[in-house]
Nanobody, 122 residues
């Protein structure tokens, strides 16, 4: 079965950086699409960064130029490098995996989720 476990969250000052990791088991990153989501209490979960099986990427406008999603297929690990962090980036960040309607495309559906890792920017 698929398990996703996030790590790397923490508390940083505005302008600082963090790198989130998502370790997968029962899942092959090089043949699947994945994404990072974040959620603030009282608000809907939003997609932040997306990656395809061939490593094409997309980002929410709010993080474009500051965040970078990447993966290490050999290690079955997904990353989110977060630079120039802002207080509005504060949220619980989730790693997610799913399926795309077309192979090699971005996920259209997310079926697996990690437990979340908290990022707090002050």
């Amino acid at each position: 079965h698929v398990q996703l476990v996030e790590s790397g969250g923490g508390s940083v000052q505005a302008g600082g950086s963090l790198r989130l990791s998502c370790a997968a088991s029962g899942y092959t990153y090089n043949r699947n699409c994945m994404a990072w989501f974040r959620q603030v209490p009282g608000k809907a979960r939003e997609g932040v960064a997306f990656i395809t099986s061939d490593a094409s990427t997309r980002y929410a406008d709010s993080v474009k130029g500051r965040f970078t999603i990447s993966k290490d297929n050999a290690k079955n690990t997904l990353y989110l490098q977060m630079n120039s962090l802002k207080p509005e980036d504060t949220a619980l960040y989730y790693c997610a995996a799913g399926r795309s309607t077309t192979h090699g495309d971005f996920c259209s559906e997310y079926n697996y989720w990690g437990q979340g890792t908290q990022v707090t920017v002050s």
